[in-house]
C-alpha cells in the first residue's frame, strides 16, 4: 500500500500556499485570496492540510489540498451565516460539533492515487481528537469525480438544492464522525507540521 506524505500548516503561511497552488490546479472558477482564507479561519478551529509527492525527477510538489474549519450554529460571517440556514433541517447543531470542508482539490493528473483519501482520512483523525461530531460538505452536481470521491468515503446526500440548470444544483453531503471512523481508515501517512 503507497506511503503519502502530508504536511499540515499554521493559519498565515497555510493561506499563502493555499492561494498559490488553488492558481495552478483548482477547477473552480473563483480562486480564494490568501486574504479571504485567513479572514475566514482565524478565531476558529481549522486545519489546511497538503499532500506532497515527487515527480519523476525528484522534485516534490504539492498533489492535494484540503481546508476545512469549524461552523457554529451562530455564525456573524454572512456566507457562513446563509450556510447555516441552508442545512437546518439537515444538520443538527445545539450541542454539537460541526466540520466544514471549505476548500479541497487535487491536480487531475494526480486524481486516483489515494491523495484525498489521506487528506480526508487525516482530517477525521483530528476532527474526532478534538471532539467534532460531523464534517460537512458541500459540492455542485456537476463535479462527478468529487462526488464520487465523496461517495467512496461513505460522505452522505442530506440536501440536494435545485437550479435551473441541474449541472448548478448544490449538493449537500455529510459524514458522522467517532471512533468506528478511524477503523475504517485505510491510508498509511506521514504528516509533517510546517
Not at 503561511?13 to 479561519?41: C, D, V
Not at 442530506?158 to 468506528?180: H, W
Request: aromatic share 10%; hydrophobic share 40%.
Amino acid at each position: 500500500m503507497p506511503h503519502y506524505n502530508l504536511r499540515e500548516y499554521p493559519l498565515q503561511q497555510g493561506a499563502l500556499e493555499i492561494a498559490y497552488i488553488e492558481e495552478f490546479f483548482n477547477e473552480f472558477p473563483k480562486r480564494k485570496t490568501a486574504n479571504e482564507i485567513m479572514s475566514r479561519l482565524e478565531d476558529r478551529e481549522c486545519q489546511i492540510l497538503m499532500a506532497e509527492a515527487p515527480l519523476d525527477d525528484g522534485t516534490v510538489v504539492p498533489v492535494s489540498y484540503k481546508v476545512s474549519h469549524e461552523l457554529r450554529e451562530n455564525e456573524t460571517d454572512p456566507a457562513l451565516a446563509d450556510l447555516v440556514e441552508r442545512l437546518k433541517g439537515s444538520v443538527v447543531f445545539t450541542g454539537r460539533r460541526i466540520l466544514y470542508n471549505w476548500l479541497g482539490a487535487t491536480r487531475l493528473d494526480w486524481r486516483g492515487r489515494g491523495h484525498f483519501r489521506a487528506l480526508t482520512e487525516e482530517q477525521e483523525a483530528w476532527a474526532i481528537n478534538l471532539g467534532f461530531d460531523e464534517v460537512v460538505v458541500k459540492t455542485k452536481n456537476r463535479y462527478y469525480d468529487m462526488r464520487g470521491a465523496l461517495d467512496t468515503l461513505q460522505f452522505n446526500v442530506i440536501k440536494l438544492e435545485v437550479a435551473p440548470d441541474m449541472m448548478d444544483a448544490k449538493v449537500y453531503l455529510s459524514k458522522s464522525l467517532g471512533l468506528s471512523v478511524l477503523d475504517a481508515h485505510r491510508s498509511h501517512r506521514q504528516v509533517t507540521r510546517a
